[in-house]
T-cell receptor
Framework: DAEITQSPRHKITETGRQVTLACHQT?????MFWYRQDLGHGLRLIHY???????NKGEVSDGYSVSRSNTEDLPLTLESAASSQTSVYFC?????????????FGPGTRLTVL | KQEVTQIPAALSVPEGENLVLNCSFT??????LQWFRQDPGKGLTSLLL?????REQTSGRLNASLDKSSGRSTLYIAASQPGDSATYLC???????????FGQGTELSVKP
């Protein structure tokens, strides 16, 4: 069955380190998204991509970057981790027209920055 | 600013009750609205998606309605069960290119 996976599921890192969170989907979806979920803020969009070589900034993109070299993967990089980036990160993907369809979510990565 | 609000933040009901969760949005120019379920420590599962041209969608015991003119959607759960206990999130897609705007969710607890 097609799915969307994230790794690692849990990560503890130190302030200032570079961290990369992986997202891999086997749906062959064009669209991929990264969100963070925090108490009091709900889910907020970090970056998104509509296809290979396409990336766009979301609502809370500062300190994060993404690259899309193939259809299946959209890794999220924290250039220099900060304590404010402690959160749960979700990757999602969707097909067809730009956002007119259901988004499928991965299981999440819980990141702690000490 | 485009915002999505969900009321109440938490709800506790006895098993078997019918219940309604509410979602409101500030901008009526939406493409679609989705309801998701999130279990503790898990990702989101899509329950229902309503296109802007539709008034409601049904799946089993779930029925979601959409009233764009008033900026509201409701999720109706019939004959609630303990297994329905989860956080329910409403998300709206506006005409800005595929970016879902989420409400903060309603945490539902169904007591046996």
């Amino acid at each position: 069955d097609a799915e969307i996976t994230q790794s690692p599921r849990h990560k503890i890192t130190e302030t200032g380190r570079q961290v990369t969170l992986a997202c891999h989907q086997t749906w062959n979806h064009n669209n991929m998204f990264w969100y963070r979920q925090d108490l009091g803020h709900g889910l907020r969009l970090i970056h998104y991509s509509y296809g290979v070589q396409d990336t766009n900034k979301g609502e809370v993109s500062d300190g994060y970057s993404v690259s899309r070299s193939n259809t299946e993967d959209l890794p999220l990089t924290l250039e220099s981790a900060a304590s404010s980036q402690t959160s749960v990160y979700f990757c999602a993907s969707s097909e067809y027209g730009r956002g007119l369809d259901t988004q499928y979510f991965g299981p999440g990565t819980r990141l702690t920055v000490l | 600013k485009q915002e999505v609000t969900q009321i109440p933040a938490a709800l506790s009901v006895p098993e078997g009750e019918n219940l309604v969760l509410n979602c409101s949005f500030t901008d009526s120019a939406i493409y679609n609205l989705q309801w998701f379920r999130q279990d503790p420590g898990k990702g989101l599962t899509s329950l229902l998606l309503i296109q802007s041209s539709q008034r409601e969608q049904t799946s089993g015991r779930l029925n979601a309605s959409l009233d764009k003119s008033s900026g509201r959607s409701t999720l109706y759960i019939a004959a609630s069960q303990p297994g329905d206990s989860a956080t329910y999130l409403c998300a709206v897609l506006y005409n800005q290119g595929g970016k879902l705007i989420f409400g903060q969710g309603t945490e539902l607890s169904v007591k046996p």
